[in-house]
């Protein structure tokens, strides 16, 4: 049976699997690893 809660879970594993991709590549880009937590204002001072 068709079930509308699978497909808003697919759609977000989908989006959770492009992001994945995309950082990889970013990290293949700069030869080092970019973690998420770079991309998100942090309440950690800068090291």
Do not use: A, M
């Not at 699997?17 to 991309?39: A, H, P, S, V, Y």
């Amino acid at each position: 049976t068709y079930n509308e809660g699978d497909e808003e879970q697919e759609e977000e594993d989908e989006k959770n699997f492009r992001l994945c991709k995309g950082i990889k590549q970013l990290e293949l880009l700069q030869g080092t690893n970019i973690k998420l937590d770079d991309f998100l204002p942090s309440s950690l001072p800068n090291r």
